[in-house]
């Protein structure tokens, strides 16, 4: 059964670790990502952003295919299914396909819009059980189109969505999307404490996990981090590993072009990476 992703970061927040937030692509991430958050006992949130959801079929495809595999699998630690850098749009798209969580990413728009935006939201979600993630300061980098910059969040339009009742937060701390170049001059961690100052308990996310050296994260986590977003490590992993696969002529062997045994190195280096990340975040044996 999905459940919505507040008590989970809420005792992250309390517990000084950070639940894993793994954006999923196909079935084959889904599997992965349950299966090892199963082994390692970690509560866990599915991401699915509105570029994925619609290459996967909908919205609707993706709940009710999330729902039915923890079912089978026999799944018992929580999973929240979470939209990902939704639209106002995607986001009412996500209530009505049975989605347990949804983030509202209303950084492009003015404060008072965003203030306005999320306010309506936290109504609804908050009515149906559902937790609310806001966004303010943009992510750098690209999602689904999107470009950002990486700006940091200003603290006091923290607090201003906070105080609407999110549920988590995501401030903008000079985190990036994908790849982090060469020059990346590094987390802002004094504007993480200004916006900790700000909006107290409120469970914190970091966006753009990938790259993010070690230290970092458990400084984050530290400073009320309480939900990290992992997405192009895992895409890495199962493209190398499927690389490897091919340029090894094993696809060519037998019946190795079977797409069961052709994804089966790359679901294997997801189901790697997240343990790996499970592992740092802090999160194995919390659920």
């Known amino acids: 059964m999905l459940v919505n992703a507040t008590d989970m970061l809420n005792k992250a927040r309390e517990g000084k670790y950070a639940v894993g937030h793994f954006n999923i692509n196909?079935?084959?991430?889904?599997?992965?990502?349950?299966?090892?958050?199963?082994?390692?006992?970690?509560?866990?949130?599915?991401?699915?952003?509105?570029?994925?959801g619609k290459y996967m079929g909908g919205f609707k495809v993706v709940a009710d295919m999330v729902k039915a595999l923890t079912d089978s699998m026999e799944i018992t630690v929580?999973?929240?299914l979470h939209l990902d850098h939704g639209t106002y749009e995607g986001c009412y798209k996500c209530i009505k396909a049975g989605f347990s969580s949804i983030m509202f990413d209303g950084s492009h728009y003015p404060i008072a819009e965003n203030v306005e935006k999320t306010k309506e939201l936290v109504a609804i979600t908050k009515a149906l059980g559902m937790s609310l993630e806001a966004e303010v300061g943009a992510i750098?980098?690209?999602?689904?189109g999107v470009i950002g910059a990486g700006e940091c969040a200003d603290p006091d339009e923290c607090k201003a969505i906070a105080d609407l009742g999110v549920n988590m937060l995501a401030a903008g701390i000079g985190n990036i999307h994908g790849k982090y170049p060469a020059n990346w001059?590094?987390?802002?961690?004094?504007?993480?404490?200004?916006?900790?100052?700000?909006?107290?308990?409120?469970?914190?996310v970091l966006h753009g996990g990938t790259g993010i050296p070690e230290d970092m994260i458990k400084k984050a986590i530290s400073l009320g981090?309480?939900?990290?977003?992992?997405?192009?490590?895992?895409?890495?992993?199962?493209?190398?590993?499927?690389?490897?696969?091919?340029?090894?002529?094993?696809?060519?062997?037998?019946?190795?072009?079977?797409?069961?045994?052709?994804?089966?190195?790359?679901?294997?280096?997801?189901?790697?990476?997240?343990?790996?990340k499970i592992t740092l975040f802090g999160s194995a044996g919390k659920a």
């Open 225 to 276: 981090v309480a939900k990290i977003n992992v997405n192009t490590e895992c895409q890495l992993a199962f493209a190398a590993a499927t690389r490897k696969y091919i340029e090894e002529g094993k696809d060519l062997e037998g019946k190795g072009f079977d797409p069961r045994k052709l994804l089966a190195p790359g679901t294997e280096a997801i189901k790697q990476t997240v343990r790996e």
């Open 78 to 80: 929580p999973v929240a």
């Open 26 to 52: 196909n079935l084959e991430w889904a599997k992965s990502i349950l299966l090892t958050a199963q082994e390692m006992n970690a509560p866990v949130i599915l991401g699915v952003s509105e570029g994925a």
């Open 140 to 144: 750098g980098g690209e999602e689904d």
């Open 185 to 204: 001059k590094g987390l802002s961690f004094e504007t993480l404490e200004a916006v900790k100052a700000k909006v107290g308990n409120m469970p914190l």
